[in-house]
């Protein structure tokens, strides 16, 4: 079992209050508005996304946005939550091996999917001990289900080649599976909000664009202090989707006044 590193940190600690917090995220002026049912016959044609991971009471609403969309959409049987590694502890590309314990309970991981990975990728537990970008993600899921597995893949390496190796290895070992992969990142950190929407929105762009090359030109050239590029371009490479849609963007000066700013966006990729 892997348990919480920042339960009552990143959100709150206890149950009913978790639920609370996460209600209020969909309900915040600056989220979705309102909290869907988990669709039973969605479409399913949301194959990724990329989630932001701060604390919920910075960027909880703008996630908020794009779960509402994949609940409304139908929850696939695995979500692959790919995120960055904070820390640098462990392989430059760690797979989890056990399963995630949140204040909601237990997500189990999807180990016929470890099976097809573990070949290719380090399997790392250390890499996934302390870090946080996975494992914010994880309520929000299991505020609509504790039925779907998961398959956590933190990346402390995220140059362009190997953002493309991994991608090439998810969407292998995906193919012909029911996944929403999960790309965790926030924007740009700890700049003022004009220069973060600025720098933000050229990255988005090229993510809208489906072009993971895109999105690490545009982070190296304008120094986008973008903490998951890597994940967001192994989604890009490995879903493979035919259209992306930006449902919200936002900064943490939006939820309290604040001189520097962490950009946050939620985007979903679509077949």
Do not use: W
Not at 109 to 130: C, F, G, N, T
Not at 145 to 162: F, G, H, R
Not at 240 to 252: I, P, V
């Amino acid at each position: 079992m892997r348990y919480p590193a920042v339960a009552g940190k990143f959100y709150a600690g206890k149950e009913r209050e978790l639920r609370e917090e996460i209600r209020k995220c969909f309900l915040s002026p600056l989220g979705p508005g309102s909290i869907p049912e988990l669709s039973r016959n969605g479409e399913r044609k949301i194959i990724g996304a990329v989630v932001p991971h701060a604390g919920y009471v910075y960027s909880g609403p703008i996630a908020a946005h794009a779960y509402a969309a994949i609940a409304r959409d139908g929850f696939p049987k695995t979500f692959v939550i790919v995120g960055p590694n904070h820390h640098a502890i462990g392989s430059a590309v760690a797979v989890a091996s056990e399963d995630f314990e949140t204040p909601l309970g237990v997500c189990k991981l999807d180990r016929d999917l470890l099976k097809k990975l573990e070949r290719k990728m380090s399997v790392d537990p250390i890499a996934h001990q302390y870090e946080h970008s996975i494992e914010v993600q994880l309520p929000f899921i299991q505020y609509f289900s504790n039925d779907v597995k998961i398959l956590p893949i933190c990346m402390a390496l995220q140059d362009y080649d190997t953002a493309m190796e991994t991608a090439e290895q998810l969407k292998e070992a995906i193919e012909g599976l029911d996944v929403v992969i999960i790309a965790s990142s926030d924007f740009s950190h700890y700049v003022p909000a004009h220069e973060a929407k600025a720098k933000d929105m050229e990255v988005i762009n090229q993510i809208l664009a489906l072009n993971p090359r895109g999105v690490y030109d545009v982070v190296i050239r304008k120094d986008v202090s973008m903490c998951g590029y890597g994940p967001v371009m192994v989604m890009l490479g490995s879903a493979r989707g035919k259209e992306a849609r930006l449902l919200k963007y936002g900064t943490s000066g939006d939820v309290y006044p604040m001189r520097e700013v962490v950009g946050y966006g939620a985007i979903v990729v679509t077949k």
